[in-house]
């Protein structure tokens, strides 16, 4: 222990001496390194609003401190060598210890004594070596803000350049497809944590199954990141599960109208730091509609899912942690009401089950030559079955359809169901990921290492190619449009280092080396960017990264009229990313970003013979087409926000972005993407008050944004079609008009509002958590409708309040 150390204990000792009775609130943590995760012995941790509110770090980075007075409070910490942290309006109220995980990071000024500026939580990612496109989530805003509905990805839809819909949780970055963008937990990628994720449509999903409850505080990427993150093209969620309290045992029960949850967590061994944190929730939809709360428009969901993180710290031998993230969701219709068919897609029913699965195992030692080496192993599963049926309706002896519309057998709607398709989309993961770090001198961190992904895949998907085919086609067999039972592989390499040239100047430099297996393609990928910050109130960084992302599967394995597989040698599909951001602090809450970026995509897979399709306009589970990797898309635009962090109780934000989202096929003529919405416009404010020890929030956000693109659908044959007696499930579109209309926009309003209770042991929370309260619906789908003999827009869009009662003990 040196000199420097010993004076900090010695004088935080004495700043404590008057501090050593029992509080009623706790404010606990542990102090590391941010690269190596070494504890900083003798680093100082105090609360700035109080007097002899103070702790110095102990043998193992730990540090509590009790105070008489709940509320919202700034916490500093200091470590010579090191810069400064200040994390502010951390909220210690109630029975329930607050726990911080505070990373300091190496001052580059060679460790001389000087002044200087504090790193403030709300401005740096929890991954050292970013310096642009990423951001860092605060799970604690997740509660706390409008439309946040304790689910991350609900909370990353108030960001700039990041759309959703209100009755689903997909991202499109940038006018990007949701599938574009990856989440990845403790340190793998994993499938898309959304609840209903492709049962209907690709990368959406109802609720996340990542819960604010369990997760730590996280990093959202929008653009150009670096070189340890592959295979995504629009953003990279990377997702931290947070360690459960290893010195207390605590639990979370909530009772509500779409869903129930039990938290518990608290320390395994005392002696040896472990712990545990579980989650588990039950959700469903059936009780809230029957409070006539929301319209499940005769759809029954049910979901479930569960979180769990095992932590086991050793003396010498590192760290040990288990977790693993679970979901299972079902789907099944009401049998249709006559009145209620006037299209092919109304008289359908759908039976679907999704099951995901992740368990995986990290280990994390550091050495004391600040070299750090995490590696992770882990199982990753998504197993979806869907089943479609359509109802009969009554033709005539000639194989038209009736108008009006009637049941073939009204007596028992059941008779009338028919099988149109059928899909499974089997595949299961075995991944590594490795890690090495090491700050080599104190203005040059370094960072290399890989994942390997092995895809174990069974895929089928087949279908009629014309409505009521069993019944005038006795032997008309399904088209089997996919079907394959194999494995193949993803590896990576990268290495990466972010260097501080100087106090106002820093450059972040990488590269990467994917290699699709199935394929056997190749892609090597530079990474750079750099910060500068002239001042302290202003700072401009730029980025450049070429990046590269396989497609599902199923895009690989489509099987043509010949049995044969077209798709099979498609490789990844690629992107230049180019981003620059300007910031600037009007004052040390209120902050002004402003965000300029291009994209420019190549390989991308498209259609052939005149097909307009585009994987990036994918909306559909399965791809049912032959395609070749010779499109390009192209995504640009800019953002503005401007933020105010929370001070004195209030906090708020207003991002307004313009873009556009194009592509182009073997034609070479550059058409709109499906998600090109052109513009977002998103205002969310909120006051929270501290009243006595309890805490009354609220919060409010609108959003607005354009519609997603459409192609008309060709009235006239439709008509001829139907006459004919044919009818298809998709529509006919008019040539040469592809995505060349936008539906109108839609604004949403989310509200929330909760009052927490604090008692000596236990607190009591009562909350209103409304998505869409107002129940607006934005136009998503054309629809042929059979009694019209016309085309109408349907709407979707579903208002889910959630009224909950919280019990913290």
């Known amino acids: 222990m040196n000199k420097t150390t010993i004076i900090n204990l010695l004088s935080t000792a004495i700043l404590l001496c008057g501090t050593m009775s029992v509080q009623a609130e706790t404010l606990r943590g542990t102090v590391k390194d941010a690269v190596t995760g070494e504890a900083l012995i003798g680093a100082t941790v105090k609360i700035a609003e109080l007097e002899n509110a103070a702790a110095v770090a102990d043998m193992d980075g730990n540090f509590t401190i009790k105070i008489s007075k709940g509320g919202r409070y700034t916490i500093e910490t200091n470590y010579i060598g090191y810069e400064p942290s200040v994390m502010k309006e951390i909220l210690i109220s109630g029975p329930k210890e607050v726990v911080l995980e505070i990373a300091l990071r190496e001052n580059s000024t060679e460790l001389k004594e000087v002044v200087v500026k504090p790193r403030v939580n709300k401005e740096a990612t929890v991954n050292p070596s970013v310096l642009t496109g990423g951001v860092m989530l605060s799970m604690e805003e997740a509660s706390r803000f409008a439309g946040g509905y304790n689910d991350p990805a609900r909370l990353v839809m108030s960001f700039a350049g990041v759309s959703g819909d209100a009755g689903g949780s997909g991202l499109s970055i940038h006018g990007n497809a949701p599938e574009r963008m990856q989440y990845r937990i403790e340190g793998v990628e994993v499938f898309t944590p959304n609840h209903f994720n492709d049962m209907w449509n690709a990368g959406y999903g109802l609720v996340s199954a990542l819960n604010s409850n369990v997760i730590g505080n996280s990093d959202f990427f929008t653009s150009t ?206 991944m590594i990921n490795t890690e090495f770090a090491k700050q080599v001198t104190s203005k040059w961190l370094t960072q290399f290492g890989g994942e390997y992904s092995q895809r174990y895949f069974n895929l089928y998907y087949r279908a009629h190619d014309r409505l009521y085919a069993t019944k005038f086609y006795p032997d008309k067999k399904m088209t089997e449009y996919a079907q394959m039972k194999d494995n193949t592989g993803l590896a990576n390499l990268f290495w990466h280092n972010i260097f501080n040239l100087s106090e106002k100047f820093s450059l972040s430099a990488g590269v990467s080396g994917n290699y699709f297996l199935l394929s056997k393609d190749l892609s090597i990928e530079p990474r750079v960017s750099f910060k500068w910050e002239p001042d302290e109130n202003n700072s401009l960084s730029m980025g450049y990264g070429l990046h590269s992302m396989i497609e599902k599967l199923d895009t690989y394995f489509y099987r043509d009229d010949n049995g044969n597989m077209p798709n099979k040698d498609l490789g990844m599909s690629k992107s230049h990313h180019m981003n620059l951001t300007y910031t600037h602090k009007f004052t040390p809450n209120l902050i002004l970003r402003a965000n300029a970026y291009y994209e420019y995509g190549f390989n991308t897979p498209v259609g052939i013979n005149g097909s307009t399709y585009c994987v990036t306009n994918r909306y559909y589970n399965y791809t049912d087409e032959a395609l070749v990797s010779k499109g390009n898309t192209r995504n640009y635009g800019g953002d503005v926000t401007l933020e105010h962090y929370m001070s004195r109780g209030f906090f708020g934000q207003v991002n307004f972005s313009l873009y556009k989202a194009e592509y182009r096929g073997q034609d070479k003529v550059w058409r709109n993407q499906l998600y090109d919405r052109g513009f977002m416009f998103k205002i969310l404010a909120g006051k929270e008050w501290m009243i006595g020890k309890n805490v009354f929030n609220i919060s409010a956000k609108y959003s607005i944004q354009g519609g997603m693109r459409y192609t008309p659908v060709d009235v006239d044959q439709m008509r001829a079609r139907v006459n004919m007696g044919i009818i298809d499930d998709d529509p006919i579109y008019k040539d040469g008009e592809a995505f060349t209309k936008r539906f109108d926009p839609t604004g949403v309003v989310d509200l929330t509002v909760s009052y927490k209770i604090n008692k000596r042991k236990v607190s009591h929370t009562f909350a209103f958590e409304g998505l869409n309260v107002l129940g607006n619906e934005a136009p998503q789908y054309q629809r042929f409708d059979l009694g019209t003999r016309d085309v109408r827009i349907d709407k979707t869009g579903i208002s889910l309040p959630n009224i909950f009662y919280r019990l913290d003990f």
């Open 225 to 430: 990141f670096n070189a340890n993150y592959n295979n995504a093209l629009s953003g990279v969620f990377d997702v931290k599960m947070r360690a459960g309290n290893n010195s207390k045992h605590e639990n979370i029960l909530q009772i509500g109208t779409v869903s129930e949850e039990l938290t518990l967590e608290g320390p395994i061994s005392r002696k040896h730091n472990s712990s545990y944190i579980i989650n588990y929730r039950y959700g469903f939809t059936s009780l809230a509609d029957k409070l006539s709360l929301v319209d499940t428009e005769g759809s029954h969901m049910a979901f479930q899912d569960f979180s769990v993180k095992l932590v086991f710290p050793t003396k010498n031998a590192g760290t040990f942690s288990i977790f693993g993230v679970g979901l299972h969701d079902t789907n099944h219709d009401d049998p249709l009401k006559l009145e209620d068919a006037h299209s092919v897609y109304d008289a359908s029913d759908n039976e679907s089950k999704l099951t995901q699965i992740l368990a995986g195992v990290t280990h994390k030692i550091h050495f004391d030559n600040k070299w750090t080496w995490r590696t992770t192993l882990a199982y990753n599963m998504q197993h979806l079955k869907s089943d479609m049926f359509y109802y009969g309706f009554a033709l005539d002896k000639d194989g038209v359809v009736k108008s009006p519309l009637a049941y073939e057998d009204p007596a028992d709607p059941k008779k009338n169901k028919y099988p149109y398709s059928q899909q499974q989309m089997n595949e299961d993961r075995l």
